[in-house]
């Protein structure tokens, strides 16, 4: 069985050492190796906040696996075409930018701003204001951009 010294020996410790190896996760509660039951509040860290085994979920995503697994956004693919129709539908978008983390996104937010900054005010207006000792991502721009050392 693996246990969290497994953890500690392979694993940079991000976010410090868990309490428990999660072995499951049921809706909203996630249910750790040592049989405590935890409320999910991180919900993938906000990117995937769609609990867990849900079974239409889980459906859909066995339907999708038996065709194609992943692509990247190099090639097209119709889940991808259709949630973006449904995007642009629904939006004052004309076009829409799948990225595939927080970091990717809050790059393309930042260049998006900078973009609308030049084309108004000139090269004058450069500058980019977020929190600080905030987690915005693990690319050199987005851990900058939160003031971390």
């Not at 642009?88 to 260049?111: M, P």
């Amino acid at each position: 069985m693996t246990d969290l010294s497994d953890y500690q020996q392979v694993l940079t410790p991000n976010y410090g050492v868990p309490p428990t190896i999660i072995v499951k996760g049921v809706g909203c509660e996630l249910f750790g190796q040592d049989g405590a039951r935890y409320l999910d509040l991180a919900g993938g860290i906000a990117v995937s906040a769609l609990g867990h085994c849900h079974p239409g979920v889980v459906q859909a995503l066995t339907e999708q696996a038996n065709k194609v697994w992943h692509l990247s956004n190099v090639l097209a693919n119709e889940p991808a075409i259709h949630l973006a129709k449904a995007l642009v539908d629904a939006t004052f978008a004309d076009r829409v930018f799948f990225c595939n983390s927080g970091a990717e996104a809050n790059e393309a937010a930042i260049k998006a701003a900078r973009k609308a900054a030049f084309d108004v005010y000139g090269p004058e207006k450069i500058e980019i204001i977020a929190f600080n000792d905030a987690f915005h991502g693990r690319t050199i721009a987005t851990v900058t951009a939160g003031g971390q050392p």
